[in-house]
């Protein structure tokens, strides 16, 4: 029998995950870089938004639900902000360390 089920269209790695979940825990704006998992990252903002769009709903263009990007006067002075709308609820399991 063929198995007809259908993966997740894409997955997080290691790394994405975990700062993911440090920007939601910190809920401040951050710099992709500032991030612990990522500071040594080569490319650190391309692994946020890699996270972002697996995890969070684009709601326009530039637009998300609970990951805002803040804009500085250039490219490395851009922040990532997690807050969600005060109705949606999100829920973050992580193992103890």
């Known amino acids: ?3 007809t089920a259908t993966s997740a ?9 975990w700062a993911y979940a440090e920007l939601m825990e910190r809920r401040q704006p951050l710099r992709a870089g500032e991030l612990e998992m990522l500071n040594s ?3 650190p903002d391309k692994q946020v938004e890699a996270a972002r769009r697996v995890l969070d709903v684009k ?3 530039y637009e998300w ?5 803040l804009r500085g006067d250039d490219r490395r002075a851009k922040r990532y ?3 969600p709308p ?5 829920a973050l399991l992580k193992p103890v360390s």
């Open 1 to 3: 029998m063929k198995n």
């Open 9 to 17: 269209p894409s997955s997080l790695t290691h790394q994405q995950a």
């Open 41 to 43: 990252y080569g490319s």
């Open 59 to 61: 709601e326009r263009r």
């Open 65 to 69: 639900r609970s990951t805002k990007l």
């Open 81 to 83: 902000l997690f807050q």
């Open 86 to 90: 005060k109705e949606l609820r999100w």
